[in-house]
């Protein structure tokens, strides 16, 4: 304070000298001149608000979103100026023992940021395009690795399921926001303590039965898409900030078209074995662009032949003699039937274990295709479909979604899976000149993990 203010009494006086200068000498009998003086006030100090004011939006941005995930701001994260963001850094800075001034020194801001990098590296925070849904969105990988989906929905789950991550979307003639919001206010268990309802979004908060529970949905044309996040009360500290983190970054309908997501370095699927010495037949697309191959247990294999029109591709191990190949006998391709294959690492906590799961098929356009409805996990692209009899009815394959744009809402979304029939499969080996001679009945003794690594 005391050199402030000795410069301020140091500049007063270097301006009332500058005056003085300008006043024209008097000469003796002469009565001086009348010269107007101008008070000289201390120099001006910002705000915090001024201050933050002046910083770049990205620089705002990227403050507010470091506050929210060291769980001092809990705001929308827009890059706009408010006292609650201005509060935040004080709060901020008193629980690291310094001077609430509002205003960040260097050293403060690098030390907001790396704890805020820490935080999000601790949890997996990834931002991510959610095929099925369309939806883009924010998600705490480590925290819920779990991840299951089908063409309208998409959840990620802790292992024990005391977190949960929702997307949904559905079609609604002429939807309301304040309608939709009262209609997720009152699903069985849930009570609302905080509801904000605004023209483009709605945001509900509460208890649903012994969860938190956040909403946040939006609408556009007839479609409605929505973010659900469950947590337990217990993993309140860990979990709320990543709650504000998810909630600005959630992005329903980005702009443009989104399309398939990009191909994964690493992608998972499985292959059904065809014949005793590693003769495998997998799904096409999992495996196009590979730089390697590998038959997780088994080591590399090649890619000796592909089928575009169909999807399926043949691969090959070599060296080995004890494979028990599947019998395609002619299953129908029709009513219920089961997938059985091997799950994406992430949807099973890193296991590879083989599973199943049941679908209808179903009749679609006028080419014949065929879907499967629900799909089956991500990872089963390529797994074998066996009807009510336990015998070969063809191959499930994963397809991307192409999801709704600005200009294609109203679009009915594409098959996520379609059926290639055991007929199109056997014409597929027999064009390649593999016998399929299998004779095992068993689907899971007969399918392996076929992981694509590309660049």
């Known amino acids: 304070m005391r050199s402030w203010l000795t410069a301020t009494l140091m500049l007063m006086a270097a301006s009332s000298s ?99 990098r820490r935080r999000q590296e601790n949890v997996g925070w990834k931002i991510v395009t959610d095929a099925g849904t369309g939806v883009r969105l924010g998600i705490p990988t480590k925290l819920v690795p779990q991840q299951t989906s089908d063409a309208n929905s998409s959840k990620w789950s802790s292992p024990t399921g005391t977190i949960q991550v929702l997307l949904s979307r559905h079609k609604e003639a002429g939807p309301i926001m304040a309608k939709l919001a009262d209609h997720e206010k009152k699903q069985p268990g849930r009570t609302a303590d905080y509801t904000v309802v605004k023209p483009d979004f709605f945001v509900l908060s509460g208890l649903q039965n012994l969860k938190k529970f956040y909403i946040r949905g939006t609408f556009k044309g007839d479609e409605v898409r929505i973010m659900t996040i469950l947590y337990d009360q217990a993993t309140e500290n860990t979990v709320e900030p990543v709650v504000i983190a998810m909630s600005s970054a959630f992005t329903p309908f980005p702009a443009g078209a989104v399309g398939p997501p990009p191909r994964k370095t690493v992608e998972y699927s499985t292959g059904l074995v065809i014949t005793g010495d590693g003769a495998i037949l997998a799904d096409r697309e999992a495996n196009d662009g590979c730089q390697a191959i590998t038959i997780q247990g088994f080591g590399r294999a090649d890619l000796i032949a592909d089928d575009k029109d169909r999807g399926l591709a043949l691969l090959h191990i070599y060296g080995v003699r004890s494979l028990k190949p599947l019998s395609l006998s002619e299953g129908a391709a029709k009513g219920s039937v089961d997938i059985v294959g091997i799950a994406d690492p ?59 744009t600005a200009t294609t809402t109203n679009a009915a979304p594409a098959s996520q899976s379609v059926l290639v029939t055991g007929d199109t499969v056997r014409d597929f080996l027999k064009a390649h000149e593999i016998a399929a001679a299998g004779t095992s009945t068993d689907a899971r003794a007969a399918v392996v993990r076929v992981i694509c690594v590309r660049k």
């Open 346 to 404: 992430q949807n099973q906590g890193g296991a590879a274990a083989v599973s199943s799961a049941k679908a209808q098929v179903t009749l679609v356009g006028t080419g014949g295709d065929l879907a499967l409805s629900p799909p089956p996990a991500v990872g089963f692209s390529g797994a074998p479909a066996l009807d009510e009899a336990g015998k070969f009815t063809g191959v499930a394959l994963l397809k991307p979604v192409v999801v709704a």
């Open 18 to 116: 500058a005056e003085a200068q300008k006043v024209a000498p008097t000469t003796g009998g002469a009565r001086p001149k009348s010269v107007a003086t101008v008070r000289v006030h201390p120099p001006g100090v910002q705000t915090p608000t001024e201050t933050a004011n002046a910083l770049a939006q990205g620089e705002r941005l990227a403050l507010q979103s470091d506050l929210a995930w060291v769980g001092q701001y809990n705001g929308a994260i827009t890059g706009d100026v408010s006292e609650r963001m201005v509060a935040a850094i004080k709060e901020y800075q008193k629980s690291k023992g310094g001077k609430p001034t509002g205003v960040l020194n260097p050293q403060e801001r690098a030390v907001l940021a790396e704890t805020a």
